[in-house]
């Protein structure tokens, strides 16, 4: 699904990832931990073409195609969604709007005709009660005025709704209490398949009692310094980061 | 100041004294004497003037623009004017700056309640117009309103007397059909005390150059309510100048939404004087494209405490078109506990658009609540990426987010009518791709 290979990217100068080498099999769920300031956030950037970084080096390969010359909304409509770490107000737009012109976005560049007006009512309606939300939400703009959980609720929404193939959530657990935490983390199981694969960036081990991984990498200082399975997430709860960042610093 | 220009129309002036409305009426032709001295003496506003800094007229100078004498309604396109015209209103409608009885629809208004043309007014209800024109206004203020008072042929007046609620809105539509003609029309709006009405005030014209100069005062009774919408339409080559000027007594209410789109230069004022605890709104969206030049100047004038203001102007510019904002709040030193609150927003789409804002607050009361924001910027890098990673392309992105500014405006309009008809006038100032009417 996704191979990303000695990439190394800069922010100006600043080499922020020095080397990353990732192998994303269809149907599975990698969990990238790591302290702040060590490069996640910028790995998920990338994937999603935020534009301000410098790749400087090495290759990324989505579906077998180069995803590094791809606009991001073509990315977008390829498959990949990026459930965004501090998602975005965008006043005047409502939630059925946007669902509907990126729903219609995708279907376009397969080829495929508008969807059916109450197909689409059917759709989301079900999407919205599987999130546990209220249907006034798809009438409001876009995350105006939503507090931080309704706002990460929202990006588990269109998740489900756009049906991705390369899920990267980017800190979606951060700031949710643990009643928000389950009803996201019930959103994205219910999203698991053999033709999904899912990123989590995220800081905290807490979320990944509830999204079991199939692996888990820590980043430190723009590389990643130790992979493993679900059980490397516990032994950093233990333990915290510092023993593998000073493992990489003696290297 | 250019007397120049003032004196070729002035001399213009005296072939068309004769068949201006109101010449038996002797307080008028005084009133239009003094105007056109005035106009005379000091001709159209200059640049040194400082409520008009930023707007040269000297185009409209270097022209001459006569005023029709004849009404040529039958030409008109029913399309084009339905396109303006609301179904569900009483309007009147003036064409060239004079009214048409077969295009206006007066049927069905209350006994008590007075709709008609200006013209008709100085025939029917002299004694009300002597009480109301130049009350809400001097032409003493600038030379728009000098020369209005004087040329005005014909315009709009409306009287609701107490406790009536006008169940429908009143419409005036100005619409210009012939090229390089002046129109200028004056309207009176009187709400007694506990009244309510609309008032929809509506400019548009086939694509000529042509001066419209409008002038409308309101008097809002005691404790009644006045909605006024103004869209203003024009086409590309026209000029406009088109102002508002509004009482209110104690407890009234009033708002005022100002749709600005078209002209190749366009000026409004809206102005209210404010007494005890009344309540006065003022919404602007003004689109400017290409290389037109649209100013809005508004004043609120806090007289008595307890009156509470807001105002909101929107400003979308593209192209090398140029926007003015100038708001005066003026809070006198009796006007303990105002409560008042100016914002202007304005979004550049070209590095040629110009956004020149400039809020003015004058306090001379000293236990008062007022504030003002100002901003002028283009889109948010931020938005259109969280789009595009939601599948939109980036052209698409940046008009959803341009309708979208500018959309707050527009749903702020409660007539579905008029609402529709402002929104397509949105739509088609700006590229629609990826914008649908379905938006909301």
């Known amino acids: 699904m996704l191979s990303i290979k000695n990439l190394t990217v800069n922010v100006g100068d600043k080499p922020i990832l020095k080397g990353i080498n990732l192998e994303i099999k269809a149907g599975e769920i990698h969990a990238i931990m790591g302290p702040n300031g060590s490069g996640k956030s910028t790995l998920s950037h990338i994937l999603s073409g935020k534009a301000g970084y410098t790749v400087t080096g090495g290759t990324v390969t989505y579906q077998g195609k180069n995803l590094l010359e791809m606009a991001p909304e073509i990315r977008a409509r390829e498959g990949v969604f990026l459930a965004f770490q501090y998602p975005v107000e965008i006043p005047g737009v409502s939630n059925i709007y946007l669902l509907k012109a990126a729903l219609n976005s995708i279907r376009k560049h397969h080829g495929q005709p508008e969807v059916d007006a109450m197909d689409f009512l059917t759709l989301i309606k079900s999407k919205v009660r599987l999130l546990e939300m209220d249907e006034k939400f798809l009438y409001r703009a876009v995350n105006e005025g939503f507090s931080g959980g309704e706002k990460k609720r929202n990006e588990i929404l269109q998740m489900a709704i756009l049906e991705p193939k390369l899920c990267i959530l980017d800190e979606t657990d951060s700031g949710l209490d643990i009643d928000a935490l389950k009803v996201v983390a019930e959103g994205v199981n219910s999203l698991r398949s053999p033709e999904r694969s899912f990123v989590m960036v995220t800081h905290y081990q807490r979320l990944l009692d509830y999204i079991k991984p199939d692996f888990v990498h820590v980043l430190a200082h723009g590389q990643i310094v130790k992979s493993g399975g679900a059980e490397l997430a516990l032994e950093l709860e233990e333990k915290g980061y510092g023993w593998l960042e000073d493992t990489q610093a003696a290297a | ?440």
Not at chain 2, 75 to 80: E, G, K, L, R
Not at chain 2, 101 to 108: A, F, H, I, P, Y
Not at chain 2, 150 to 167: N, S, Y
Not at chain 2, 312 to 321: E, I, N, P, S
């Open chain 2, 1 to 440: 100041m250019n007397t120049a220009a003032a004196s070729r129309y002035t001399a213009e002036y005296q072939a068309i004294a004769p068949v201006l409305p109101g010449r038996d009426l002797p307080w008028l032709q005084s009133l239009r004497a003094q105007a056109l001295e005035k106009f005379s003496a000091r001709g159209f506003p200059s640049l040194r003037e400082e409520e008009w800094r930023y707007t040269n007229v000297s185009a409209i100078e270097k022209k001459l623009f006569s005023p029709s004498m004849s009404i040529a309604s039958s030409h008109i396109d029913t399309d084009w004017l339905k396109s303006y015209q609301l179904e569900d209103a009483w309007s009147v409608v003036l064409v060239d700056g004079h009214f048409s009885g077969e295009l206006s629809v007066l049927e069905g208004l209350p006994e008590a309640v007075s709709v008609m043309s200006m013209a008709d007014a100085l025939v029917k209800q002299p004694e009300a117009l002597e009480r109301y024109i130049n009350q809400a206004v001097n032409y003493n203020e600038h030379g728009f309103i000098a020369f209005n008072t004087a040329w005005f042929t014909d315009g709009l007046f409306v009287h609701i007397p107490a406790k009536q609620v006008l169940e429908k809105p009143v419409q005036v539509l100005h619409l210009i059909t012939q090229a390089d003609v002046l129109a200028t029309t004056r309207n009176i709006i009187v709400a007694d005390e506990m009244a309510e009405a609309e008032i929809i005030e509506t400019f548009a014209g086939l694509d000529n150059a042509y001066l419209t100069a409008a002038v409308t005062e309101v008097f809002i009774g005691v404790n009644a309510g006045v909605t006024f919408y103004k869209m203003q339409c024009e086409p590309e080559k026209a000029y406009h100048f088109g102002g508002a000027y509004i009482k209110q007594s104690r407890d009234a209410r009033f708002s005022h939404h100002n749709f600005a789109f078209g002209g190749l230069l366009a000026r409004s004022d809206v102005h209210a004087d404010l007494d005890h605890a009344s309540e006065c709104e003022l919404n602007g969206l003004y689109l400017g494209i290409k290389r037109q030049h649209i100013d809005n100047h508004t004043r609120i004038n806090h007289l008595k405490p307890h009156a509470i203001s807001r105002e909101l102007y929107k400003g979308v510019l593209d192209d090398r078109a140029r926007g003015v904002f100038q708001g005066r709040v003026i809070v006198a030193v009796d006007a303990q506990k105002t409560d008042s609150q100016m914002n202007n927003r304005n979004l550049l789409l070209s590095n040629d658009a110009e956004a020149d804002t400039k809020p003015q607050l004058e306090i001379y009361a000293d236990d008062v609540k007022c504030g003002h924001g100002v901003t002028v910027g283009q889109l948010d890098e931020k938005s259109i990426f969280y789009l595009q990673s939601r599948c939109v392309d980036e052209e698409t992105a940046r008009n959803m987010l341009t309708f979208a500014f500018a959309n707050e405006m527009v749903d702020k309009v409660k007539i579905k009518g008029l609402h529709d008809r402002v929104l397509e006038q949105v739509l088609a100032r700006f590229p629609q791709e990826g914008v649908s009417k379905e938006w909301l």
